[in-house]
T-cell receptor
């Protein structure tokens, strides 16, 4: 069955530390891939997306993600986390006119 | 440009009632999609409209319906409300269809959502 998995429900990092949020998908072919961020009481904001081409994608707010076909993964990274990055992050895939989201990873940033 | 607006922001209803939620897309956007977000089921796609036509529909019962007007504004209706319909309902707009097309999915811009509580 088609699915999107974010293995980490909650991650805590110190401000200034690096961050990696994991996303794995289970689809027959490579779907369109997205990362969104949601702050409390807000809608979703697109951080970055991958359709094809260069497997390292740059997004807003200093985020990047790397598509690895062999691992069916699309992990989100940031070299140095800021306190304002505390939020919930969702990986999403689109294929065959269907959109599915991962369960989300809540990020806490320690001072 | 103004962002996506949703009204009302908060709503309380009782079981059996019906509710209508509204979404105004970014000016020029012709695609509107709706999503339901709950703690238990997470984010789920409801349906997508483009140029007043429903293009795609998620796996929700017929109690959930929607429409899009000629000015691209969209409404979502839920009839015979159940406790499980309590959720944050998000809409998103995009220039081209958000779920695909020849050039791939359009970039979706989300509104702040309508928080529906069913008592």
């Amino acid at each position: 069955a088609q699915s999107v998995t974010q293995p980490d429900i909650h991650i805590t990092v110190s401000e200034g530390a690096s961050l990696e949020l994991r996303c794995n998908y289970s689809y027959g072919a490579t779907p369109y891939l997205f990362w969104y961020v949601q702050s409390p009481g807000q809608g979703l904001q697109l951080l970055l997306k991958y359709f094809s081409g260069d497997t390292l994608v740059q997004g807003i707010k200093g985020f990047e993600a790397e598509f690895k076909r062999s691992q069916s993964s699309f992990n989100l990274r940031k070299p140095s986390v800021h306190w304002s990055d505390a939020a919930e992050y969702f990986c999403a895939v689109v294929q065959n006119n269907d959109m599915r989201f991962g369960a989300g990873t809540r990020l806490t940033v320690k001072p | 440009k103004a962002g996506v607006t949703q009204t009302p922001r908060y709503l309380i209803k009782t079981r059996g009632q019906q509710v209508t939620l509204s979404c105004s897309p970014i000016s020029g956007h012709r695609s509107v999609s709706w999503y339901q977000q709950t703690p238990g089921q997470g984010l789920q796609f409801l349906f997508e409209y483009f140029s007043e036509t429903q293009r795609n529909k998620g796996n929700f019962p017929g109690r959930f319906s929607g429409r899009q007007f000629s000015n691209s504004r969209s409404e979502m209706n839920v009839s015979t409300l159940e406790l499980g319909d309590s959720a944050l309902y998000l809409c998103a707009s995009s220039l081209r269809p958000g779920l695909g097309g020849q050039k791939g999915p359009g970039t979706q811009y989300f509104g702040p959502g309508t928080r529906l509580t069913v008592l």
